[in-house]
């Protein structure tokens, strides 16, 4: 086994080329991070394995893999997973592409406020945020659907999570990209997703849009940042569509058909009872499921 520190992305993906007869590839680091890597990867063929050593760690948590402890386990029991990919105007991503809010999170969430606040990095930024932040027209264009509408933000997805928030809770090998829009907020409604998100869910109302979709185009009225795995590095319009199982990793076993379907049932059962303690029953039913 060989430990490399990389200095930079292009340090990373020279290792990776130029390592030799190898079983896999493990990472530490965030979705940043690996997300960098994934030319090399791709090339490569090899699996990776995945060190959650980010802030959210959001795609490690998708596969199941969201502490060191599980993420070595993972590793050592040799279980290979194939999940899905999206590929942003050409290039591959491994978890969210960000319109809106989430990518002038992902502006303000300085390599220094990840070090000096970790997980409450975005409370820290949250300032800074506020004040550049602005509503837009948002035009999809999705298989055969079309969609305009004012929003706060549009997260299009492969993985489940966006900063630790579970968003999708459908299998990260089903062959679908998710996109998730929020309408324009009063204060509010502003106020009650914001709790929403400290308490870990996206409210299912009216404004919240959802889709799944195997490709799609965002536009919006005026050019803005697009943040792909927490680094701006495009702007809209953007194209997406996914590569189903492009990717090879070390991971738990997937559940089984059976096993979703029951957690599945359960919270359509209990999402149809309108009821507060029926919404909590299905909520944690999506924690387990996602």
Request: glycine share 8%; net charge positive; hydrophobic share 50%.
């Amino acid at each position: 086994m060989s430990v490399i520190r990389s200095k930079n992305p292009d340090d990373a993906l020279r290792a990776i080329r130029e390592a030799g007869d190898v079983a896999g590839i493990a990472i530490g680091g965030g979705d940043g991070t690996i997300s960098l890597a994934l030319p090399a990867l791709l090339e490569r063929r090899l699996p990776l394995g995945v060190l959650p050593l980010g802030t959210a760690n959001d795609f490690a948590r998708s596969i199941g893999v969201a502490d060191i402890e599980s993420a070595c386990h993972a590793i050592a029991q040799g279980h290979v997973r194939n999940v899905d990919l999206g590929l942003a105007n050409g290039r591959p991503f491994l978890n969210v592409l960000a319109v809106g809010l989430p990518a002038q999170a992902a502006r303000d969430l300085t390599a220094e406020r990840k070090r000096r606040f970790g997980i409450f990095a975005a409370l820290a930024a949250a300032p800074s945020i506020a004040r550049h932040h602005r509503t837009f027209i948002l035009r999809v264009r999705a298989d055969k659907q079309r969609l305009e509408a004012r929003c706060e933000a549009a997260l299009v997805g492969v993985g489940r999570y966006v900063g630790g928030v579970p968003v999708a809770y459908e299998a990260i090998d089903d062959g679908k990209l998710h996109m998730t829009a929020c309408r324009a907020l009063t204060l509010r409604d502003g106020l009650f997703l914001a709790l929403s998100i400290l308490l870990r869910r996206v409210p299912q109302d009216a404004q919240i849009i959802e889709r799944a979709v195997s490709s799609l185009t965002l536009e919006t009225s005026v050019p803005m940042d697009v943040a792909i795995d927490g680094n701006i590095c495009a702007t809209t319009p953007i194209d997406a569509r996914i590569s189903a199982a492009a990717l090879r990793v070390f991971a738990p076993a997937a559940r089984s058909r059976r096993e979703r379907l029951t957690l599945q049932s359960t919270v359509a059962l209990f999402d149809a009872m309108h009821s507060p303690v029926a919404a909590e029953v299905a909520h944690l039913s999506k924690l387990v499921l996602a």
